[in-house]
């Protein structure tokens, strides 16, 4: 995978799977943790069928009713306090990828359908490639 793409991975990462983890105890927070329950178990099942490919998209598909939940909480919220900033960031994090999302599926009804990280398909006891 390409170094460009990892800071973003990370702050995915850390918005959708460590962040709830810190606020728990909140309603906001539980529902995150669960729609990323949801994705990890929509992406085994996308890497199991289709490999690593641009299709691994679709997994994100819990955030679009994350998206408008979250945003319909904005208003009771505040903005001056970590978890407020936290959910806004995540927000717009999630956003970000799901329009990245929309053009690797696209790009994958349209043909291209390449693993997006070498080595991952190659047969047990052979070396992987680095990436």
Do not use: C, K
């Not at 691994?56 to 939940?69: E, G, K, M, R």
């Amino acid at each position: 995978m390409p170094w460009y793409w990892r800071p973003f991975l990370a702050a995915l990462f850390v918005a959708n799977l460590v962040m709830p983890l810190v606020f728990i105890t909140r309603a906001e927070a539980q529902v995150v943790f669960l729609t990323t329950i949801a994705n990890s178990a929509l992406f085994t099942l996308l890497t199991a069928a289709q490999g690593f490919t641009r299709l691994l998209s679709l997994a994100h598909l819990p955030w679009i009713p994350l998206i408008y939940y979250l945003a319909t909480r904005l208003d009771d919220l505040p903005a001056d306090n970590a978890y407020g900033i936290w959910l806004r960031v995540l927000l717009v994090l999630n956003a970000a990828s799901l329009m990245i999302d929309t053009v690797n599926v696209i790009r994958f009804l349209a043909g291209d359908r390449g693993e997006l990280v070498t080595g991952l398909s190659d047969q047990p006891g052979q070396p992987e490639h680095s990436s």
